[in-house]
Protein backbone atom coordinates (compact mmCIF):
# COMPACT_ATOMS: atom_id res chain seq x y z
CA UNK A 1 0.00 0.00 0.00
CA UNK A 2 0.94 3.74 -0.16
CA UNK A 3 0.65 4.27 3.63
CA UNK A 4 4.24 5.40 5.47
CA UNK A 5 3.60 4.92 8.80
CA UNK A 6 4.62 6.83 11.99
CA UNK A 7 4.07 7.03 15.56
CA UNK A 8 1.41 9.71 16.38
CA UNK A 9 3.10 11.16 19.36
CA UNK A 10 6.39 11.43 21.28
CA UNK A 11 6.72 13.03 24.78
CA UNK A 12 10.53 14.50 25.76
CA UNK A 13 11.64 16.52 28.58
CA UNK A 14 14.24 19.33 27.80
CA UNK A 15 17.67 18.30 26.96
CA UNK A 16 17.03 15.01 26.24
CA UNK A 17 17.26 13.38 22.83
CA UNK A 18 14.52 12.59 20.64
CA UNK A 19 14.11 9.65 18.25
CA UNK A 20 10.96 9.47 15.78
CA UNK A 21 10.53 6.90 13.96
CA UNK A 22 8.97 5.89 10.12
CA UNK A 23 8.64 2.55 7.98
CA UNK A 24 8.48 3.88 4.44
CA UNK A 25 6.48 1.48 1.73
CA UNK A 26 9.23 0.72 -1.42
CA UNK A 27 13.01 -0.36 -0.93
CA UNK A 28 13.42 1.15 -4.63
CA UNK A 29 12.75 4.74 -3.32
CA UNK A 30 15.59 6.89 -3.85
CA UNK A 31 15.42 9.82 -1.24
CA UNK A 32 13.71 9.98 2.29
CA UNK A 33 13.20 12.76 4.12
CA UNK A 34 12.30 14.86 7.21
CA UNK A 35 10.34 17.76 7.47
CA UNK A 36 9.01 19.67 10.42
CA UNK A 37 5.70 21.49 10.86
CA UNK A 38 4.63 24.28 13.02
CA UNK A 39 1.33 25.38 14.20
CA UNK A 40 -0.34 27.26 10.76
CA UNK A 41 2.85 26.95 8.91
CA UNK A 42 3.38 25.01 5.69
CA UNK A 43 6.89 22.37 5.79
CA UNK A 44 10.14 23.21 6.41
CA UNK A 45 12.72 20.90 5.53
CA UNK A 46 14.93 19.48 8.11
CA UNK A 47 17.07 16.44 6.14
CA UNK A 48 17.21 14.01 3.32
CA UNK A 49 19.40 10.83 2.82
CA UNK A 50 19.76 9.24 -0.69
CA UNK A 51 19.21 5.85 -0.67
CA UNK A 52 22.49 4.07 -0.53
CA UNK A 53 23.64 5.87 2.78
CA UNK A 54 22.34 4.15 6.34
CA UNK A 55 23.44 7.68 7.94
CA UNK A 56 23.44 11.15 8.00
CA UNK A 57 24.47 13.95 10.66
CA UNK A 58 23.64 17.74 10.42
CA UNK A 59 24.22 19.20 13.86
CA UNK A 60 21.47 18.23 16.27
CA UNK A 61 20.04 15.77 13.66
CA UNK A 62 20.74 12.25 13.25
CA UNK A 63 18.98 10.30 10.32
CA UNK A 64 19.26 6.44 10.27
CA UNK A 65 18.55 4.77 7.22
CA UNK A 66 17.34 0.70 7.35
CA UNK A 67 16.66 -0.53 3.51
CA UNK A 68 16.18 -4.11 4.50
CA UNK A 69 13.63 -2.89 7.00
CA UNK A 70 12.58 0.39 5.39
CA UNK A 71 13.27 1.62 8.32
CA UNK A 72 14.23 5.40 9.15
CA UNK A 73 14.62 7.41 11.91
CA UNK A 74 15.41 10.67 12.83
CA UNK A 75 17.16 11.56 16.29
CA UNK A 76 17.65 15.05 17.57
CA UNK A 77 20.19 15.63 20.44
CA UNK A 78 19.63 18.02 23.16
CA UNK A 79 16.01 18.53 22.59
CA UNK A 80 14.47 21.73 23.21
CA UNK A 81 11.29 23.31 23.21
CA UNK A 82 11.68 24.88 19.98
CA UNK A 83 11.57 21.60 18.67
CA UNK A 84 8.02 21.21 19.59
CA UNK A 85 6.16 20.56 16.03
CA UNK A 86 4.60 17.96 14.01
CA UNK A 87 7.41 15.78 11.86
CA UNK A 88 6.60 14.14 8.75
CA UNK A 89 9.01 11.68 6.98
CA UNK A 90 8.51 11.43 3.01
CA UNK A 91 9.80 8.89 0.36
CA UNK A 92 10.51 9.67 -3.11
CA UNK A 93 10.20 6.91 -5.54
CA UNK A 94 11.84 6.30 -8.88
CA UNK A 95 10.08 7.64 -11.83
CA UNK A 96 9.53 10.17 -14.01
CA UNK A 97 7.78 12.87 -11.11
CA UNK A 98 9.65 14.37 -7.85
CA UNK A 99 5.94 13.34 -6.02
CA UNK A 100 7.14 12.29 -2.08
CA UNK A 101 4.86 10.21 -0.07
CA UNK A 102 4.53 11.58 3.45
CA UNK A 103 3.75 10.00 6.56
CA UNK A 104 0.56 10.93 9.14
CA UNK A 105 3.52 13.07 10.92
CA UNK A 106 4.16 12.59 14.67
CA UNK A 107 3.58 15.05 16.60
CA UNK A 108 6.83 16.16 19.12
CA UNK A 109 6.05 18.03 22.86
CA UNK A 110 9.07 18.86 24.66
CA UNK A 111 8.38 19.86 28.40
CA UNK A 112 10.62 21.35 31.00
CA UNK B 1 16.89 33.80 -3.92
CA UNK B 2 13.26 34.03 -3.87
CA UNK B 3 11.31 31.31 -2.44
CA UNK B 4 8.21 30.06 -3.20
CA UNK B 5 5.46 32.10 -2.34
CA UNK B 6 1.44 31.23 -2.72
CA UNK B 7 -1.90 32.97 -2.58
CA UNK B 8 -4.18 33.99 -1.44
CA UNK B 9 -3.17 32.98 2.37
CA UNK B 10 -6.61 32.16 3.70
CA UNK B 11 -9.42 31.65 1.63
CA UNK B 12 -13.57 30.84 2.39
CA UNK B 13 -15.41 28.91 -0.33
CA UNK B 14 -19.00 27.64 -0.01
CA UNK B 15 -19.91 23.86 -1.37
CA UNK B 16 -20.42 24.45 -5.28
CA UNK B 17 -18.07 27.07 -5.98
CA UNK B 18 -14.73 27.34 -8.00
CA UNK B 19 -11.39 28.13 -6.69
CA UNK B 20 -7.88 29.19 -8.39
CA UNK B 21 -4.90 29.19 -5.92
CA UNK B 22 -1.59 30.37 -7.65
CA UNK B 23 2.36 29.66 -6.63
CA UNK B 24 5.04 31.49 -7.68
CA UNK B 25 8.30 29.13 -7.88
CA UNK B 26 11.50 29.78 -6.71
CA UNK B 27 14.57 31.53 -9.11
CA UNK B 28 15.39 29.01 -11.36
CA UNK B 29 13.20 25.94 -10.42
CA UNK B 30 11.19 24.35 -13.29
CA UNK B 31 8.84 22.06 -11.93
CA UNK B 32 6.14 22.63 -9.63
CA UNK B 33 3.89 20.14 -7.51
CA UNK B 34 0.67 20.90 -5.34
CA UNK B 35 -0.08 18.86 -2.08
CA UNK B 36 -3.55 18.80 -0.33
CA UNK B 37 -3.13 18.74 3.42
CA UNK B 38 -5.92 17.95 5.35
CA UNK B 39 -6.23 18.54 9.20
CA UNK B 40 -4.56 16.07 11.34
CA UNK B 41 -2.77 13.96 7.90
CA UNK B 42 0.11 14.27 6.10
CA UNK B 43 0.27 15.83 2.73
CA UNK B 44 -0.81 13.96 -0.28
CA UNK B 45 0.35 14.58 -4.08
CA UNK B 46 -2.27 15.80 -6.45
CA UNK B 47 -0.47 16.53 -9.61
CA UNK B 48 3.40 17.61 -10.91
CA UNK B 49 3.99 20.20 -13.61
CA UNK B 50 6.71 20.52 -15.84
CA UNK B 51 7.15 22.21 -19.54
CA UNK B 52 3.45 23.55 -18.69
CA UNK B 53 2.26 20.04 -18.94
CA UNK B 54 0.70 18.10 -16.56
CA UNK B 55 3.58 14.75 -15.62
CA UNK B 56 2.20 12.92 -13.07
CA UNK B 57 -0.77 12.90 -10.48
CA UNK B 58 -2.25 11.38 -7.65
CA UNK B 59 -5.25 9.93 -6.69
CA UNK B 60 -7.27 13.43 -7.09
CA UNK B 61 -10.75 13.51 -9.34
CA UNK B 62 -10.78 15.96 -12.49
CA UNK B 63 -12.18 18.56 -10.99
CA UNK B 64 -8.44 19.11 -9.89
CA UNK B 65 -7.09 21.19 -12.64
CA UNK B 66 -3.54 22.81 -13.36
CA UNK B 67 -1.15 25.18 -14.74
CA UNK B 68 1.67 26.10 -15.32
CA UNK B 69 3.11 29.06 -16.79
CA UNK B 70 6.10 30.08 -18.90
CA UNK B 71 7.69 31.96 -16.01
CA UNK B 72 7.10 28.29 -14.04
CA UNK B 73 4.53 30.07 -11.80
CA UNK B 74 1.29 27.81 -11.30
CA UNK B 75 -2.37 27.56 -10.45
CA UNK B 76 -4.14 25.05 -8.95
CA UNK B 77 -7.69 25.01 -9.78
CA UNK B 78 -10.74 22.78 -8.06
CA UNK B 79 -14.33 23.46 -9.29
CA UNK B 80 -17.65 22.01 -7.95
CA UNK B 81 -16.30 22.72 -4.21
CA UNK B 82 -16.86 19.80 -1.47
CA UNK B 83 -17.13 20.06 2.04
CA UNK B 84 -13.60 17.45 2.10
CA UNK B 85 -12.17 19.82 -0.02
CA UNK B 86 -11.28 21.97 3.13
CA UNK B 87 -7.46 22.14 3.54
CA UNK B 88 -4.15 23.41 3.27
CA UNK B 89 -2.72 22.97 -0.02
CA UNK B 90 0.85 23.73 -0.69
CA UNK B 91 3.10 24.42 -3.17
CA UNK B 92 6.49 23.00 -4.17
CA UNK B 93 9.27 23.50 -6.56
CA UNK B 94 12.28 22.27 -7.77
CA UNK B 95 14.62 21.68 -10.64
CA UNK B 96 13.41 18.80 -12.57
CA UNK B 97 15.18 15.79 -10.89
CA UNK B 98 16.87 17.69 -8.17
CA UNK B 99 16.67 16.13 -4.67
CA UNK B 100 14.82 18.90 -2.68
CA UNK B 101 11.72 20.76 -3.69
CA UNK B 102 11.25 23.80 -1.75
CA UNK B 103 7.50 24.28 -0.30
CA UNK B 104 5.71 27.78 -0.48
CA UNK B 105 3.60 28.48 3.46
CA UNK B 106 0.39 27.25 2.13
CA UNK B 107 -2.90 28.33 1.22
CA UNK B 108 -5.67 27.58 3.96
CA UNK B 109 -9.06 26.57 1.99
CA UNK B 110 -12.20 26.30 4.06
CA UNK B 111 -15.01 25.22 2.01
CA UNK B 112 -18.25 25.95 4.20
Known amino acids: GEDVEQSLFLSVREGDSSVINCTYT??????LYWYKQEPGAGLQLLTY?????DMKQDQRLTVLLNKKDKHLSLRIADTQTGDSAIYFC????????????FGTGTRLQVFP | ETGVTQSPTHLIKTRGQQVTLRCSSQ?????VSWYQQALGQGPQFIFQ???????GRGNFPPRFSGLQFPNYSSELNVNALELDDSALYLC???????????FGPGTRLTVL
Open chain 1, 26 to 31: DSSSTY
Open chain 2, 92 to 102: ASSKTSAPVAA
Open chain 2, 49 to 55: YYREEEN
Open chain 1, 90 to 101: AERRPGNTDKLI
Open chain 2, 27 to 31: SGHNT
Open chain 1, 49 to 53: IFSNM
